[in-house]
T-cell receptor, first 112, second 116 residues
């Protein structure tokens, strides 16, 4: 079973609207969680990183939340733009572990 | 400075041929990772290099896969006797510190491998 599950698998939203992506994980002990954005044909790029003690972190129009008790994270995109069309990948690192657990990604398509 | 670069960007090969994929990490980064990303799937860990330590090869799917990292910098992933199921995007990432998972991995653009 995958240690990181993301939902929805894909979604289409109108330009200017908001959306929220979900990530549930089972990695334990937990070290940190990252959200990456992967544009088509490119490698993933880090958006945010959150440690155990952080609940919310923003990067421009992207806001990530973390509930380490329930092992859930979300990524909220505000006022979406066409350039937000991408796959958003949730990546969880276990404490003392150099390997990362990757979700399959949320595929977001923003339409005008 | 320059990010992680990979070459070739695309590779089409015939079943049974060998291929070599190259990764140039960010200068000074001691950790280097190879991943495979198949269509509709998450990233699959293949191999991890850290400085002069023995690499973690536990993610390599078969003995047809091997990787080297020469001089602690450039890395080459070799796939021998390619099979159609090897078709995927192969991503390389590098990271700056010597240990732990707290630092960001910086990814290259990937090599899209298609085995006919």
């Amino acid at each position: 079973k995958n240690q990181v599950e993301q939902s929805p698998q894909s979604l289409i939203i109108l330009e200017g609207k908001n959306c929220t992506l979900q990530c549930n994980y089972t990695v334990s002990p937990f070290s940190n969680l990252r959200w990456y954005k992967q544009d088509t044909g490119r490698g993933p790029v880090s958006l945010t990183i959150m440690t155990f003690s952080e609940n919310t972190k923003s990067n421009g129009r992207y806001t990530a939340t973390l509930d380490a008790d329930t092992k859930q994270s979300s990524l909220h995109i505000t006022a979406s733009q066409l350039s937000d069309s991408a796959s958003y990948i949730c990546v969880v690192s276990g404490r003392g572990n150099n390997r990362l657990a990757f979700g399959k990604g949320n595929q977001v398509v923003v339409i005008p | 400075g320059a990010g992680v670069s990979q070459s070739p960007s695309n590779k089409v090969t015939e079943k049974g041929k060998d291929v070599e994929l190259r990764c140039d990490p960010i200068s000074g980064h001691t950790a280097l990772y190879w991943y495979r990303q198949s269509l509709g799937q998450g990233l699959e860990f293949l191999i991890y290099f850290q400085g002069n330590s023995a690499p973690d090869k536990s993610g390599l799917p078969s003995d047809r896969f091997s990787a080297e990292r020469t001089g602690g910098s450039v890395s080459t992933l070799t796939i021998q006797r390619t099979q159609q199921e090897d078709s995927a995007v192969y991503l390389c990432a590098s990271r700056g510190t010597s240990g732990g998972g707290a630092d960001t991995q910086y990814f290259g653009p990937g090599t899209r491998l298609t085995v006919l």
